[in-house]
């Protein structure tokens, strides 16, 4: 299983490195079997799973929850768990306990937190003196929407750019082995990308950071929300209501089950 020293050797060498989100077993074990790098249990999972309108209503209790059962289906993927909101704000007595259970009792490898300010930098040192490793993500953070006033391309004005920039300098400093870059101009994704020695993940950061990440429903067309950054794989959305329809129509016109479907099937004796 890759670790963080491979991961930086990633970057040293070039290679490309991909993050794909998972959410419980089967997604595990299919990111899994498609080779990905890293798999993040995102708290996008509040959108995609639970169907929350943002990422602020997840607990601890449900990434713990989606991480036990992805590293079930994925037990030889690095995992990274995201900390949800409010789990590292208040004290560091309470980060630093946070994140030692998505470790401990989620299995997962390193934990994910947002933001660059001071409090930030705090949370990452605590973590990483735990001996926890950290990935950190700047730019559009979806936890502080209510700040940002939405979902909006950060980083576009020059003083955005310089203090995001500072940020990620910062971030590094502080003990994170990686950082996620969110909605930024590529150029800024390019100058952060080229201004660390740890590697950067982009989604929405264009084509010059170390790796890529994209949510998994995204990439199978699950969700109807397809923003400019996302690429369907497939489309899911369409497929999958087509296939129970099939089913509902089969049932309701007494096609389904056929006796090919039926344990010892009545078998209508000739006249």
Do not use: W
């Not at 708290?43 to 209790?61: A, F, P």
């Not at 006033?149 to 920039?165: A, D, M, P, S, T």
């Not at 990620?168 to 909605?183: P, S």
């Not at 080229?194 to 890529?212: H, M, N, R, V, Y």
């Amino acid at each position: 299983m890759k670790n963080v020293k491979t991961f930086k050797k990633m970057k040293k060498d070039s290679q490309k490195i991909v993050m794909v989100t998972a959410y419980d077993y089967p997604s595990g074990k299919f990111v899994q079997e498609a080779g990905v790098d890293i798999i993040l249990i995102g708290d996008s999972l509040g959108m995609v799973i639970l169907g929350y309108e943002d990422t602020l209503k997840v607990t601890l209790e449900d990434i713990l929850h989606h991480t036990k059962a992805v590293k079930r289906g994925a037990e030889n993927t690095f995992i990274v768990a995201d900390m949800p909101f409010m789990t590292y704000n208040l004290s560091i007595e309470q980060t630093k306990v946070n994140a030692a259970l998505l470790i401990t009792e989620g299995g997962a490898n390193s934990v994910k937190l947002e933001g660059g300010k001071p409090s930030r930098l705090d949370a990452i040192r605590a973590i990483v003196d735990c001996e926890i490793p950290v990935v950190a993500h700047l730019g559009l953070t979806p936890q502080s929407i209510n700040v940002l006033g939405g979902y909006r391309v950060q980083g576009k004005n020059k003083v955005e750019f310089n203090e995001i920039l500072d940020q990620a300098k910062e971030i590094e400093k502080a003990g994170a082995f990686m950082l996620v870059l969110e909605g930024i101009p590529e150029e800024l994704g390019k100058k952060i990308s080229e201004s660390l020695s740890i590697p950067t993940i982009g989604i929405g950061a264009g084509k010059f950071t170390d790796g890529q990440v994209l949510v998994y429903h995204d990439i199978l067309g699950m969700t109807d929300f397809k923003p400019k950054f996302v690429k369907r794989y497939a489309v899911l959305n369409k497929d999958i209501p087509i296939s129970i329809k099939h089913f509902v129509a089969e049932v309701k016109d007494r096609n389904f089950p056929s006796e090919e479907y039926i344990y010892n099937p009545i078998i209508k004796e000739e006249k």
